[in-house]
């Protein structure tokens, strides 16, 4: 939802309760947002192996390695002058829908497990959002408007008008992280990284 409507998660939430009837269930099926690289470092270091065996992110070089996946992916988003998409945690969840008028009656949380299939999409998504307008010889998309030789690398635009030298170090950036997915063994099975949850909602009967 941050992507398309920012900061309108509550009020989304308000107007979806309000259509509950009583004694109705609402199911709110979301995700914890992605652990960070410091916070899997954490748990490497951690002497606790209680708390590293509950960490939603998953300890080991895999779950560092999935967080440098997101954390490029969404910094590449931001250069091009998009929202990423932003996770809420399920304690916010929990809080929110008693602020709504509903009872939380159960929740159940699932690790989500993540491939070399999938690191390796969210970084083509990387890739992709890094357009940078570039001058060449010639009327380059076609259109109108006098642009001269203004054309782009790719046939997507987008608005952050990223320059050329910061485009392609993050490309760079992706390609090394991109040679550590492919040679990674712990990813061939799929790996922990963050938890998926459901809530149940319950408005109260009349």
């Given at each position: 939802?941050?992507?398309?409507?920012?900061?309108?998660?509550?009020?989304?939430?308000?107007?979806?309760?309000?259509?509950?009837?009583?004694?109705?269930?609402?199911?709110?099926?979301?995700?914890?947002?992605?652990?960070?690289?410091?916070?899997?470092?954490?748990?490497?270091?951690?002497?606790?192996?209680?708390?590293?065996?509950?960490?939603?992110?998953?300890?080991?070089?895999?779950?560092?390695?999935?967080?440098?996946?997101?954390?490029?992916?969404?910094?590449?988003?931001?250069?091009?002058?998009?929202?990423?998409?932003?996770?809420?945690?399920?304690?916010?969840?929990?809080?929110?829908?008693?602020?709504?008028?509903?009872?939380?009656?159960?929740?159940?949380?699932?690790?989500?497990?993540?491939?070399?299939?999938?690191?390796?999409?969210?970084?083509?998504?990387?890739?992709?959002?890094?357009?940078?307008?570039?001058?060449?010889?010639?009327?380059?998309?076609?259109?109108?408007?006098?642009?001269?030789?203004?054309?782009?690398?790719?046939?997507?635009?987008?608005?952050?008008?990223?320059d050329a030298a910061t485009a392609s170090a993050m490309r760079r950036h992706i390609t090394a992280i991109e040679e550590e997915v492919r040679a990674s063994p712990d990813l061939e099975g799929g790996t922990c990284f963050g938890m998926d949850f459901v809530i149940a909602?319950?408005?109260?009967?009349?």
């Open positions: 939802m941050e992507g398309f409507e920012p900061y309108a998660q509550r009020a989304v939430l308000s107007k979806v309760a309000g259509l509950v009837s009583p004694g109705g269930v609402l199911y709110i099926v979301a995700a914890e947002p992605p652990p960070l690289r410091s916070e899997v470092t954490v748990v490497l270091t951690s002497q606790d192996a209680s708390t590293a065996a509950s960490f939603p992110g998953g300890a080991g070089p895999a779950g560092r390695l999935l967080a440098s996946v997101t954390e490029v992916r969404d910094a590449s988003v931001l250069l091009s002058g998009e929202r990423p998409y932003r996770e809420f945690p399920l304690s916010w969840y929990v809080e929110a829908v008693g602020a709504v008028g509903l009872e939380v009656v159960e929740v159940a949380a699932f690790p989500a497990v993540r491939t070399k299939k999938w690191a390796l999409n969210q970084l083509a998504v990387a890739r992709h959002h890094l357009v940078t307008p570039v001058v060449g010889v010639g009327g380059g998309d076609g259109g109108g408007g006098g642009s001269g030789g203004l054309h782009y690398e790719q046939s997507v635009t987008r608005g952050g008008g990223l909602a319950r408005r109260k009967p009349m």
